[in-house]
């Protein structure tokens, strides 16, 4: 039986969800997440709005289906670290990649749909930062490197950045180096002093 008839249309079908994908993300740089529309995404891509149902059966899917591009856009590929070296250069990594995609990250920041594209993620993230920071310090106790992960995590995030950016005027450049700094003094010095004090 042959099978190179199928297998091109299943190359064919990838590719139109990846044109109509890529023309949602290119909408998105110029528009916030919640006016993005079917209709809209169809046009850019040069397809029918039946067509994009039959890729992505409602709006929802199709934007969850685009959060990996968003984040590989948006972290450079380090939104799971693995290593206490990931953790440090995260920011440094991240920061200028959120000033390039300044539009896009108001969106997933600032809107209801980027909170939940970001919490369908949120156990990997944990899992990921937890076995970071546990190589960096094994000698706290979990709960102590929870708390340490979550410290990190912040200091590492798209929140940091707008933060610093918005209510201080200080430049991704900046940001980042300072963020990455904090994460090194962290990992380092977190929970010593109260070693020190017995407590």
Do not use: C
Not at 152 to 179: C, H, N, R
Request: charged share 30%.
């Amino acid at each position: 039986m042959n099978t190179e008839p199928q297998s091109l249309r299943e190359a064919h079908k990838d590719l139109t969800a990846t044109r109509i994908l890529d023309a949602a993300i290119g909408l998105l740089e110029a528009k916030p997440l919640e006016e993005l529309t079917i209709a809209g995404i169809a046009k850019q891509a040069g397809v029918t709005e039946r067509t994009v149902y039959r890729h992505f059966s409602t709006r929802d899917d199709l934007i969850t289906a685009l959060w990996p591009r968003i984040n590989d856009r948006a972290a450079r590929g380090v939104a799971f670290p693995e290593t206490p070296e990931d953790l440090a250069a995260l920011p440094e990594r991240a920061f200028p990649a959120f000033e390039d995609e300044e539009v896009l990250m108001r969106s997933i920041i600032f809107t209801r749909q980027g909170q939940a594209l970001r919490l369908s993620v949120n156990d990997k993230r944990q899992a990921s930062f937890l076995t970071a920071v546990s190589a960096a310090r094994p000698d706290l106790a979990l709960a102590e490197q929870r708390k340490l992960a979550a410290l990190v995590q912040l200091l590492g995030t798209s929140f940091t950045w707008i933060s610093m950016k918005d209510y201080w005027d200080i430049p991704a450049a900046e940001s980042s180096e300072i963020s990455s700094e904090a994460i090194r003094i962290l990992l380092e010095q977190f929970g010593r002093k109260r070693e020190r004090n017995g407590a």
